[in-house]
Every structure is written in structure tokens, then in C-alpha cells.
């Protein structure tokens, strides 16, 4: 039995969609301080100004917001599937996302996946403005950011590292894994920088190729 240790993200990657995204957006008092893809490049911005700025401008209730996220957070294909197969194989998986646990549990509960391990940062709602708190505010000698690469340090991974990602977030930790799955903006990238990596379009691909 091969050991392994999945690292899966979670906005864009479990998720058909970005969530945390489409919540800043839906939910903005200005849309103006929505930070656009790309624009974290462009603008220079880490990723925690980004998520600041972005949940100081939601004023919705939490119960308003959850009520939305559950009618339009869709799991990619074959989840389900790739976390039978790490269960039955003996492997870890964890979801290490930059999103919130209060955006994310509720869409595990209602798929029946609490028993997952998941890292993630948190924000508190607020009237006036989603407050943000981050596990990690350490800059990594890598990438200068406080970013997942840290993170997955610490758990201190067992055989081989696995990661599966799509985006910004996710670029320096995937420098960390033996082998990656990336799709969109995180294959992109990874293609731009000659970096080894499997595309895939569902878990499907990645349990497939997990086979083999």
C-alpha cells in the first residue's frame, strides 16, 4: 500500500467554482474594492490585503450569506469517489484552503464529508464588515507571502505529497508537493513556469492517474 498524503484545495478546486469569490462579489456594499483575477499580480496586493479589503465590504447577515453559498456551491465530479479511494488505500487527505470554515463546513456537512480533515482561515460577520483572521501571518522565505506553503510544512506529511489545486493560492505550496494536479489559473502558471504537472478536469482524472 502506497503512502500518500493529498493535499486538495478548495475554492475552484473541490468546488465547481470559487466561492470565496463569488461571495465577495454577491455580497459587496461596493463592488469597486472587489479585487478582479489577475489583479493581485497587477496591483501588487498579497493575498490577505485582498481577502481584507474584499470581506470588509460584506455586510450581509451569515445566515444570508450561508443560506446562498449552499444553493450555489457545486462539487467538482468525482470528490466523492477520489475520497473513497484515499480511504480505502490508507491515504491522507486534507483540504487546506485559504478560504473561511464558516463558508466551507456547512457545504461539507450537506455533502456528508465532516469527517475531512480542514485548514482553513476563518472570518467573524460583522454589520459594518466580514472580519478576517488568518492562521498564519508568517512570511515564507519562499514566496514572501504568508502562504500555504508554510502550513503544509507543519503537518508534516507522510509519504508521497500530493497536491491539487487552481489558483493564486495555491502556487507556492504546490512548489512543496512531489507531484501536482492543476487546472486553471494554477496550471497556467505552472505551464508559464515549466513546472511539472498534471491537468485535470474532475477528481475523476485524479483517481485515475492516482491508479497508475
Not at 469569490?21 to 479585487?35: E, L, N, S
Not at 490577505?48 to 474584499?54: G, W, Y
Not at 469517489?81 to 484515499?86: I, Y
Not at 483540504?95 to 461539507?108: A, C, D, M, W, Y
Amino acid at each position: 500500500m502506497t503512502e500518500r498524503t493529498l493535499i486538495v484545495d478548495y475554492d475552484g478546486t473541490i468546488t465547481e467554482d470559487d466561492v470565496l469569490d463569488r461571495v465577495a462579489v454577491q455580497f459587496a456594499h461596493d463592488p469597486q474594492r472587489v479585487v478582479v483575477d489577475g489583479s493581485i499580480d497587477e496591483q501588487r496586493l498579497t493575498l490577505h490585503e485582498v481577502l481584507r479589503r474584499e470581506y470588509a465590504e460584506v455586510r450581509a447577515a451569515r445566515d444570508e450569506v450561508i443560506a446562498w453559498v449552499l444553493g450555489n456551491a457545486r462539487v467538482r465530479a468525482g470528490f466523492h469517489e477520489l475520497v473513497a479511494q484515499a480511504r480505502h488505500e490508507g491515504w491522507s487527505l486534507v483540504i487546506l484552503s485559504s478560504g473561511f470554515r464558516t463558508l466551507i463546513e456547512p457545504v461539507l456537512e450537506r455533502e456528508g464529508l465532516t469527517e475531512l480533515t480542514l485548514i482553513a482561515n476563518d472570518v467573524t460577520p460583522q454589520p459594518d464588515g466580514w472580519i478576517v483572521s488568518f492562521l498564519d501571518e508568517s512570511l515564507c522565505p519562499v514566496c514572501g507571502e504568508a502562504c500555504k506553503r508554510r502550513t503544509l510544512a507543519a503537518l508534516e506529511p507522510l509519504g508521497e505529497v500530493i497536491y491539487i489545486g487552481d489558483g493564486y493560492s495555491d502556487r507556492c505550496a504546490a512548489g512543496a508537493a512531489d507531484r501536482v494536479f492543476a487546472r486553471s489559473g494554477l496550471a497556467d502558471y505552472l505551464a508559464a513556469q515549466r513546472t511539472p504537472f498534471e491537468p485535470f478536469g474532475t477528481f475523476h482524472d485524479v483517481a485515475v492517474a492516482l491508479r497508475t
